[in-house]
């Protein structure tokens, strides 16, 4: 399953309403619905019970909802583990573009020229 796919799933199942779930993630309702469906023809089973009045999970569901958020958390430990440390060496802007000109100073070409 794909990163995105659980979490729509682990979302919608905490939730238990579509609309909430694709409002917190900020996509569509439209694409979590999909998703959703996706997932359930590539498990083979229906993870929500579409006959009943309100959004329910099926026992399929429930249980794979335990494996989906043990492999949400198993990927964030692991991006926790390969970020890098904090800290390191400071680096010095060298600054862009031409250094601002000092009073008196005359470095334009072009300049005064000198007689004779």
């Given at each position: 399953m794909d990163h995105t796919q659980l979490r729509l799933f682990v979302a919608s199942a905490r939730h238990l309403h579509f609309a909430h779930a694709s409002r917190e993630l900020g996509v569509s309702r439209a694409s979590v619905v999909a998703a959703i469906r996706v997932?359930?023809?590539?498990?083979?089973?229906?993870?929500?019970?579409?006959?009943?009045?309100?959004?329910?999970?099926?026992?399929?569901?429930?249980?794979?909802?335990?494996?989906?958020?043990?492999?949400?958390?198993?990927?964030?430990?692991?991006?926790?583990?390969?970020?890098p440390?904090?800290?390191?060496?400071?680096?010095?802007?060298?600054?862009k573009g031409r250094a601002p000109a000092v009073k008196g100073e005359r470095k334009k070409p072009g300049g005064k020229r000198t007689g004779r």
């Open positions: 997932m359930e023809q590539q498990l083979g089973y229906p993870l929500f019970d579409s006959s009943a009045s309100s959004t329910t999970l099926t026992p399929e569901g429930e249980a794979y909802l335990v494996d989906a958020q043990r492999q949400l958390d198993a990927s964030a430990k692991a991006a926790a583990k390969s970020a440390a904090p800290g390191g060496k400071a680096k010095a802007s060298k600054g």
